[in-house]
């Protein structure tokens, strides 16, 4: 999105109402229009504050039943990329994806969800309601309003959530599933893919190797801090830190 059009819309971008967006539609993520191959990018449906789609935004991916460690390193990338003024980008699974969603939040930061169902069934969770801020807050489905949770609908939705990030982080991919899988589509879509290694990581890894064996990029811990080095991810998304 231009400058010119998130000045044009301003303060009205923020709705707490399901809007639809069409492929027509100024705001519309240019990042969708050829993510669907040959069939015709879906409308979306949208709640929240619509400009977010325009700006810097970080991925993330992983297991709903990360380990401690592994919920841990969520929370610590997205506190970093928040204080930098990068957005987050997530499913809205338990895990990994509210990890990073209720971090982004306590530290100011702004935060994309992205349903796997119709916005109709979406509902503010207990773990981040007391956080909540429409006008930090988009809440993104590509299905029917009233669709409802299906597997196959998970693992289109995380291509969404690919194709709207400027990179994807990717924590415990098992050696199958939905994490694994958008893994995969980062790499297919040229997305810079950042997998988290760590020792003391105890949850299932072994999908990590095999995103990293296909290119994904080793996402370690800095020894002196503790804290994930995330200058490369910063890199990525046009931040030097």
Not at 25 to 38: E, H, V
Not at 200 to 229: F, H, V, Y
Request: charged share 25%; aromatic share 6%; net charge positive.
């Amino acid at each position: 999105m231009l400058c010119e059009d998130l000045e044009r819309y301003g303060q009205h971008m923020s709705t707490t109402e399901p809007t639809k967006l069409s492929r027509n539609d100024a705001r519309y993520p240019a990042t969708l229009l050829n993510l669907f191959g040959s069939f015709l990018p879906p409308d979306i449906w949208v709640a929240g504050n619509v400009s977010l789609l325009g700006e810097k935004a970080v991925g993330f991916c992983g297991s709903r039943k990360a380990s401690d460690r592994g919920l841990e390193v969520a929370a610590d990338c997205a506190r970093q990329l928040s204080e930098a003024g990068v957005i987050v980008v997530s499913g809205y699974a338990p895990g990994v994806d509210m990890a990073s969603h209720e971090a982004a939040l306590k530290n100011g930061g702004r935060t994309i969800i992205v349903l796997p169902e119709g916005i109709n069934h979406f509902r503010i969770k207990k773990t981040v309601k007391s956080l909540w801020d429409w006008e930090r807050i988009l809440v993104v489905s590509q299905f029917p309003r009233d669709a409802i949770w299906r597997a196959d609908r998970a693992m289109e939705r995380n291509k969404v959530i690919v194709a709207l990030s400027r990179a994807v982080i990717v924590l415990e991919a098992r050696e199958q599933g939905g994490t694994l899988n958008a893994g995969y589509s980062a790499l297919q879509l040229g997305k810079p893919l950042f997998v988290a290694l760590y020792d003391d990581m105890n949850g299932s890894r072994d999908g990590n190797q095999r995103l990293i064996q296909e290119g994904g990029k080793p996402l370690l811990r800095n020894r002196a801090t503790s804290q994930a080095q995330m200058q490369e991810v910063f890199a990525n998304v046009g931040l030097a830190n």
